[in-house]
């Protein structure tokens, strides 16, 4: 079983970042494939990107050079790291602990979840 706890949400200006963090508990964590997910209000939650246990990582279309995935597995935490934020990018930011070999955007393959971070933007 992994727990994970997110962290690094706040309340940003548009065209500024934010880095979030993703800890996770157990001694696996290096074989997991991991996400983010988010959940902007009245809307259902997306994929944002996904980084492999090789730290291959793949986002969705519309956030392609602005976010970036990375994981750091001797510390057994991922992060998103977002750049030139807007305010469609509010929401509430989830991370992901997927099981399954290879990349996969479904949620369903995802077997473990954050609590969820929440990501204000203003303009």
């Known amino acids: 079983h992994v727990q994970l706890v997110e962290s690094g949400g706040g309340s940003v200006q548009a065209g500024g970042s934010l880095r979030l963090s993703c800890a996770a508990s157990?001694?696996?964590?290096?074989?997991?494939?991991m996400a983010w997910f988010r959940q902007a209000p009245g809307k259902e939650r997306e994929f944002v990107g996904t980084?492999?246990?090789?730290?291959?990582?793949y986002y969705a279309d519309s956030l392609k050079g602005r976010f970036t995935i990375s994981r750091d597995n001797s510390k057994n935490t991922v992060y998103l790291q977002m750049n030139s934020l807007k305010p469609e990018d509010t929401a509430v930011y989830y991370c992901?602990?997927?099981?399954?070999?290879?990349?996969?955007?479904?949620?369903?393959?995802?077997?473990?979840w954050g609590q969820g971070t929440q990501v204000t933007v203003s303009s």
């Open positions: 992901a602990a997927s099981r399954r070999v290879g990349i996969t955007y479904a949620q369903a393959a995802y077997d473990y």
């Open positions: 980084i492999s246990r090789n730290k291959n990582a």
């Open positions: 157990g001694r696996t964590f290096s074989t997991y494939t």
